[in-house]
């Protein structure tokens, strides 16, 4: 059975050892972070039961179609008819040009397809499909399938593409890989959120929009114009005195209470109940980021959640990951670890408070 695989830039190796937990297999292709693999086992289903840190999405491959320079979209929608789709079914079709590069998107492709497929009596869908059709293209070859896509795990080929935009609008990476630990680790909840490390201000925006009230952290300045264009409010607070400060007291009118301090110091001038998430990206290295978080346990309500960007600072992944876990754990059960699609030289981990 043949297999797309997408993964992160910076962990090849990981994958591979992701991947051989799995079952055997074999590289067919290998372009950028993306992969064409033929195993023996059922690597959709060995997924589910063995969850990988470092595999995005895996997506069975039905066909290999050659592309032909001169008949271009016209030999992907040959892929398509190799598929033998029936008629009647809601079908989404996503492509992924990993390096064709022929001129045209892959939304221009997705569009060319769709209304070919309208014409021939098929019901494009972009919302609710029934199907999932994905064409990967790569080194002149189409490689394509079909899944259900209620089924699906990952319901897009290429993540960076899907989580770039929110609204319409344009997301920058951090606020991405805060949506995407969000929909990978099941997040729902509301409250306060403790923002560890949070200038410029991306994640402290997007929790006001899931609904949280924000306490921000960082000694470097929010984008507050950016924030306030997105009606959302702040208030700095700057050289906190030795008698505790009240942040719930600051925190009643406005979204966002932005802490400009240092976290080794600003825990000791606060005071701070019922914080239902912490949000820790600060750009320092994991076990250090983990001890400052801890200082911060005392604000937090039981069965607080917990993201936290584990930096990855050399190659030595699986000990950063370790470091960091080893000081949590005094205090969260770590629920999961990801390299998520907007990490970069970093994976998200998801906890919750004993
Ligand atoms: C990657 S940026 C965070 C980006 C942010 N999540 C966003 O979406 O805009 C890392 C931040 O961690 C902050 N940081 C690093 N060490 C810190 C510390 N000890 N206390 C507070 N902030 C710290 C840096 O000032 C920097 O703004």
Redesign the pocket.
């Known amino acids: 059975m043949l297999y797309f695989i997408y993964s992160g830039m910076f962990f090849e190796k990981s994958l591979y050892g992701d991947l051989l937990k799995l079952g055997k297999f074999r590289v067919l292709e290998h372009e950028q972070n993306t992969m064409i693999i033929e195993a023996e086992k059922d690597f959709v289903k060995e997924l589910k039961k063995k969850p990988s840190m470092f595999i995005h999405s895996i997506f069975r491959i039905g066909n290999i179609t050659d592309i032909d320079e001169g008949r271009y979209v016209d030999s992907l929608h040959t892929a398509v008819e190799s598929l033998k789709l029936k008629k009647g079914k809601r079908i989404r079709i996503e492509c992924y040009d990993v390096n064709s590069k022929r001129g045209l998107s892959a939304k221009q492709i997705e569009m060319e397809l769709s209304a070919k497929l309208k014409k021939e009596g098929f019901s494009p869908e972009l919302v609710k499909p029934d199907l999932l059709l994905y064409l990967v293209l790569i080194n002149m070859k189409c490689y394509s399938g079909v899944a259900d896509y209620r089924k699906l795990h990952v319901k897009f080929l290429n993540p960076l593409r899907h989580y770039g935009k929110e609204g319409g609008r344009l997301v920058?990476r951090?606020?991405a890989?805060?949506l995407e630990a969000f929909e990978a680790f099941r997040i729902k909840g509301k409250g306060i959120a403790l923002?560890?490390?949070?200038?410029?201000?991306?994640?402290?925006?997007?929790l006001v929009k899931k609904g949280y009230k924000v306490v921000a952290?960082?000694?470097?300045d929010?984008?507050y114009e950016k924030i306030e264009e997105q009606r959302m409010s702040v208030k700095v607070l700057t050289n906190l005195r030795k008698k505790k400060t009240d942040i719930n007291e600051q925190l009643r009118n406005v979204d966002i209470v932005h802490i400009r301090?240092?976290?080794?110091?600003?825990f000791s001038r606060m005071e701070l109940k019922g914080v239902s998430l912490v949000?820790n990206?600060?750009?320092?290295e994991p076990e250090?980021?983990a001890q400052?978080l801890m200082n911060y346990i005392g604000f937090l309500k039981r069965d607080a959640r917990l993201i936290m960007?584990v930096k990855c600072i050399s190659r030595k992944v699986s000990k950063h990951i370790a470091n960091a876990e080893r000081i949590l754990e005094d205090r969260f059960e770590v629920k999961g670890i990801k390299e998520l699609p907007s990490n970069r030289q970093e994976v998200t981990l998801f906890a919750k408070s004993a």
């Open positions: 920058s951090s606020e890989k805060l923002d560890l490390g949070a200038a410029p201000g991306g994640w402290s925006a997007v952290i960082d000694n470097a929010l984008e301090e240092n976290a080794s110091a600003a949000a990206d600060m750009n320092i250090q980021s400052l960007t």
